[in-house]
């Protein structure tokens, strides 16, 4: 059984950092690209941030770039998303993302709000 369980969400102020985790099971993680989405009331999803398998190469969306980082340890099948200097519109549902040719495996979300 796939699963993607993510973790870390919460409320933080502005400027504030959040580290949200990932971890999978039911899957070979280490030949999967990871991703992390998110999606704000009322819009659609988007991409944050992904991986390669190998963790050899990153991705940014220009909206994070300079304040999120994304990693993974293929030894514990987890994928991190560490951000900083968060911001109110940062505000969303922060989803991972398993994918592989053409499958793909969706977590089920971790709330994430920034507000004073």
């Known amino acids: 059984q796939v699963q993607l369980v993510e973790s870390g969400g919460g409320l933080v102020q502005p400027g504030g950092s959040l580290r949200l985790s990932c971890a999978a099971s039911?899957?070979?993680?280490?030949?999967?690209?990871m991703s992390w989405y998110r999606q704000a009331p009322g819009k659609e999803r988007e991409l944050v941030a992904d991986?390669?398998?190998?963790?050899?190469?990153?991705n940014y969306a220009d909206f994070v770039k300079g304040r999120f980082a994304i990693s993974r340890d293929n030894a514990q099948n987890t994928v991190y998303l560490q951000m900083n200097t968060l911001k109110p519109e940062d505000t969303a549902v922060y989803y991972c993302?398993?994918?592989?040719?053409?499958?793909?495996?969706w977590g089920q979300g971790t709330q994430v709000t920034v507000s004073s």
């Open positions: 991986i390669t398998s190998s963790g050899s190469s990153t």
């Open positions: 993302h398993g994918r592989r040719l053409f499958t793909g495996y």
């Open positions: 039911g899957f070979t993680f280490s030949t999967y690209s």
